[in-house]
């Protein structure tokens, strides 16, 4: 490898989120599922956006949020995302590079706007997203850069971009380059309903043999194994991919490579604030420490401590520095 490869490259959906706090009751008379995440069009995220109290706006995305935390742990991260030729578009891109992210997907000019998030908090840390997908939903097979893809070590790919059949064909190019070009390929579920929509899809992909790693939540893993409990659920799907990942929320994490096994608790947390973005960030202190060559449960802790600091508050990208918490615990 040159001195211009990635750790890890990682493709999603490139979206603002608006974060704003909000009460059961608020849910209620939306009709919202607290907790959960549903897509919606341009007239539902202005309507919604109008009744949201005062927000903050983030730039985000499942793999941008992954990046970020990669960056920010001191590994060569690289984003492949679409936003469109607004201020938004503008805002992501200068905030993913401001950081060290290597992001070079052009600007889709004119058209549908930038995706946003609207990410509503209630006091039990639970988010309740509503997102517009906006121009990220056109990334195409075009918007690729190959030999970024060839240069990046792993490439890390989110479940929620594989909704539409447009990313979702640059998704399984990506996939195919870096097979080819001798690289590692990770795979994230993403979200519940992304497994209730994709489950098909996602275990032909997973027994192709074409994924090395796969990230799930417990609810996740049970849902794409369709077995009863976690348990069968993780010895299931542990048999067809190399390396999995699964975690557990306030019960840790779990990951499962051919015969070894690592578990390690969650990191404790005087106050969960927020929960938007632990997984992504759980993901990006894994693949840190799996870049660094660190034993599986140390890439585990990683994952834990990077999840922690996020859930701790508002928004899905780190504000503490997590290479000092890490150093600290870890060395």
Known sequence: MSDTSLDVLCIGNAIVDVIAATDDA??????????????IDADEATRLYGRM???????????????????????????VGQVADDQLGEVYRHDISSIGIEFTTPVQQGGIPTAR???????????????????????????????QVRRARIVYLEGYLWDPETPRAAMEQAIDIAR????????TLSDSFCVERHRDGFNALIDSGRLDILFANEAE????TGEADFEAAVAAAAKRVPLLIVTRGEHGAVAVSGEERAQVPAEPVETVVDTTGAGDLFAAGFLAGLSQQRPL??????????????????????EADLKALVDAKLG
């Not at 908090?121 to 509503?130: G, K, L, Y």
């Not at 449960?297 to 780190?318: F, K, N, T």
């Open 53 to 79: 109290g005062p927000g903050r706006e983030i730039s985000g995305g499942s793999a941008g949020n992954t990046a970020a935390g990669l960056a920010m742990l001191g590994a060569k991260a690289g984003f």
């Open 297 to 318: 449960r140390d890439s585990l802790q990683m994952g834990a401590i990077a999840a922690a600091e996020v859930i701790s508050h508002y928004g899905a990208r780190p």
């Open 221 to 224: 893993i049970v849902s794409l």
């Open 26 to 39: 608020f849910l209620a008379a939306e009709g919202l599922d607290k907790g959960a995440m549903r897509l």
């Open 117 to 147: 998030s609207l990410v509503l908090v209630t006091p039990d840390a639970q988010r309740t997203m509503n997102t517009f997908l906006g121009a990220a939903q056109n990334l195409t097979v075009d918007a690729l850069d190959e030999d």
């Open 180 to 187: 080819a070009a001798g690289n590692k390929v990770a795979f």
